[in-house]
Structures are given as C-alpha cells and as structure tokens.
C-alpha cells in the first residue's frame, strides 16, 4: 500500500537500508568453481548482496541414504561463475546459535508471512554441540523415529510443527507428542517456512525452474521493515532553542530507538528533518508544538516501507522457450520427483496448446495466483472451485499434492547449509518424510 505524506509532499527522496546478507564458509584450501547470484539491494549508503553458493563436491554423508546425485535444476538465479578461495576447514564444535545465524543469512525470518509460526520452536535446556542436521518437508512420528535412530541434534522441518498457540503438552495430540519427545531427545526444532517461499532462489524460484529459463517476477512483493515510520520536518531560529527542542524529543524516544537527526542552516534559520516511530509521533508532535518556530514549520510525513526486489510469495516465468501443456507436465514430473500430477486444461486448450507463461506457488497456492494471467497455474493443491475458475479464464492447472511441490527443495538447501558448515557436521535429507496421499 502506497503510504502518503500526512501534511506536506513534496519530500519522497527517502532512503532505507535493506537487511545485508552475506556468507562466511571456510572450506579445504581449493579453488571452487561455484555459480552464484548476486541480489542487490538498496541502502543508505551503498548496495548489500545476497550470495548462494551451492556446494562444492562434498562427502556422501551430505546425501540421503548415502547416494550422491546431481541437481539437474539449479535454482534460477544461479547465473553467474566465479573461482572462490577457501582456507583451511573448520574444525571444533558448532553450537546452535551458530547454525541459527547461518540459517538467517540463507533466508532472513523477517520474510516470513506475519501470519506464520517460524524460526526456532524447540529449544533444548542444555547447550550440545550440534553434529547431525536433519531437513524434512514435515515433522512426523516416523521422522521423529529417524532422527532420534541418527542421534539428531537439529531438525529443520520446513512446515512448523508447533504453529497454533498450545496451553498444555499432553500425549493426546500429535504434535505435542512429537515436541515433547524432542524435548526428551535434545533435539533443536527449526521452522522457515514461507521465508523460504519468499527469498529469492527459494522454494518457489526452485519451483518455477522446472519449466526452463525464463523472465522471473515475483507475484506478491516482500516490504522491507524500517524502525521508524514518520519523517519530521522543521525549524529553528537558533542552536540554542534546537538544543531544548532536541533534548525534548530524546526523551519521547524509547531507550531501544535512537533520534535520526540532519540539519542544515541558512539565514532564515536551522532546518531539521528527524524520523520516529508509530508510538513516539503523538508525544513528539507535542513537543514540537510547544516550541514557536517548530510549530509554525512543523511537516509529518509518512515514510514508505521498502520493497525487497527478488523476494516475496509466488512467482511468474515468462519462458526462454515456449513448450506445450504435454511438455510442461513431462517437465515437472522429471523436476518433482513424481509419476503422476493432475492437470486440469484451461477451456480451449489441448495438450499441445502453447505454454510461453507460467504462474507458480508452491504449498496452497490459490490465494497468490487468483487473477494471475499466465497459460499456466503450477502449485501443490486448489480447491474445487478454484480450479474451475483457473479453467473458466483459459488458465491450465498443474496440482501436484501440497508437499509435493515443496519437498525437492530440501536437496537444494541442504547444499547450500552444508558449504557453511564445518566438515564436523553432518546434514541428511530425511528419507522418512513423504506426502501423506499417494496415488492407488
């Protein structure tokens, strides 16, 4: 939503600084050829990248039931190469806060849906070294059995197992079951959840490259957070009335917020521009008010928040190459993992209609593609009637069970983990974790 000045307009040259990401991996002393992305993002005063690099060749350990196998569909924006120098490996133990930072350089919580239960959810009582890392789509009872068989120290369930508020852990839910036996085990649960969805080269950028190479948009933006809301600008005739006005608006600030100052003086005074939050406008108003010249020079204006390019929920492809419905299913079969998918075409359309347009969002995805116009709707599952409306507007439809449109991802992000780990830690894929339906 477009934010507006409250009282004056003519400010809009406004500056944010988006949340810097970067990477820190010591590895074996090579030269690694990895692809990597950069996502530049604006700031104050210079540019942030996000960089993903995927693993370099790795032990088995880091593979599911010990095969190594090749990623056939990088993540889109891995578009560039370059040799990156690696010093000695990282020897010693890692503790939990370690393997959190890192997990918030690779997707930053803050993307998550306000909605969503994310980030750490189980937290044992005693500090353990963490050895295995086990990635699972969900969090079931034979997951659970997985990783405390592997002595597990940290599961990284994609779906939050715990995501409504509970006032009690009994054993006749589930859910609670499953916490508390994490509890028992020491084991450390994670959830990323939709801020995997929204980071660029996520799940939903994995997904859409399943079609081929294409021209990437995101669906529903990601807004970058900002401390302060409201810019506040007046005037003062001298540095000793600035001094007594700025001395009163330090104290309508929090101690956990700072005053943003600039001034600068002409003949005709001192001109000072200063932001604040949505709680401290009203008290910081007042004092303005009370002072002549402030109050007669006093404009408030509403600072937009930032978007986050590259990042947020769904994603749109228009293709390098065009293929037809046929090809598209065949095409994310391959890319799924999966012998079966529903289909449903859009009205008009065969199997060898053209396919030059793709909409995609993994999980349940209707709520971002309705109104999308694109020759094809890829997510995991839509009701009924949401996909005769899909079909009523000439949209095709590809279902592929909700998990099944997510769980692919983990083979990804766990190359992307373990290059920043130390070699002292192992990272599985669960080979328990699975849709719930299957085909019979």
């Known amino acids: 939503m477009k934010r507006r000045p409250l009282m004056l307009s003519g400010y809009r040259n406004l500056s944010w600084t988006f949340l810097s990401l970067s990477h820190k991996r010591l590895c074996t002393s090579k030269i690694l050829n990895s692809q990597t992305a950069l996502s530049s993002s604006a700031s104050s005063s210079s540019s942030s990248v996000l960089s993903f690099l995927p693993s370099p060749t790795r032990s088995p350990r880091f593979f ?91 599961i990284i369930s994609y779906h939050p197992p715990l995501f409504r508020s509970i006032k009690r852990l009994v054993q006749k839910d589930w859910k609670q079951r499953l916490a508390i036996r994490a509890i028992e085990a020491g084991i450390a649960i994670f959830s990323p959840h939709t801020s995997w969805d929204s980071v660029k080269g996520g799940v939903n950028d994995w997904l859409v490259g399943g079609l081929g190479s294409g021209k990437v948009s995101v669906l529903s933006q990601a807004i970058g957070s900002m401390s302060h809301s409201h810019k506040l600008e007046f005037m003062a005739k001298s540095k000793e009335e600035l001094n007594a006005v700025l001395e009163e608006l330090k104290a309508c600030e929090s101690e956990a ?79 799924l993992g999966l012998s079966h998918l529903r289909l449903a075409l859009g009205s008009g359309k065969t199997l060898e209609s053209s396919v030059s347009s793709v909409a995609v969002c993994a999980g349940s995805g209707a709520s971002v593609l309705n109104g999308v116009k694109a020759d094809l709707h890829i997510t995991g599952e839509m009701s009924h009637h949401e996909v005769l409306d899909a079909v009523a507007r000439g949209t095709s439809v590809i279902l592929s069970d909700h998990s099944n449109s997510e769980r692919g991802f983990l083979a990804v992000f766990r190359e992307r983990l373990a290059v920043r780990l130390p070699e002292t830690v192992t990272v599985v894929v669960s080979a328990a974790d699975r849709d719930p339906l299957q085909v019979v």
């Open 64 to 154: 599911a039931n010990g095969q190594i196998s090749a990623l056939s569909h990088p993540s889109p924006h891995f578009s560039s190469t370059r040799h990156v120098s690696c010093s000695a490996p990282l020897t010693g133990a890692m503790e939990l806060r370690d393997v959190l930072q890192v997990l918030e350089q690779l997707a930053p919580l803050s993307l998550a849906e306000s909605w969503d239960n994310v980030g750490l959810l189980v937290e044992p009582s005693k500090s353990r070294p963490i050895k295995t890392i086990l990635l699972t789509n969900d969090l079931t009872d034979a997951v659970m059995e997985e990783a405390e068989a592997m002595s597990c120290n940290l």
């Open 257 to 335: 917020t700072q005053l943003h100052l600039r001034s600068s003086s002409d003949s005709s005074g001192i001109h000072v521009s200063t932001s604040c939050s949505d709680s401290t406008l009203t008290p910081s108003v007042q004092t303005l008010l009370r002072h002549a010249s402030a109050s007669q020079s006093l404009s408030i204006l509403k600072l937009e928040k930032p978007p986050l390019p590259g990042h947020g929920q769904g994603r749109l492809s228009v293709l390098d190459e065009p293929v037809t419905v046929a090809a598209a299913v065949q095409k994310m079969k391959s890319h």
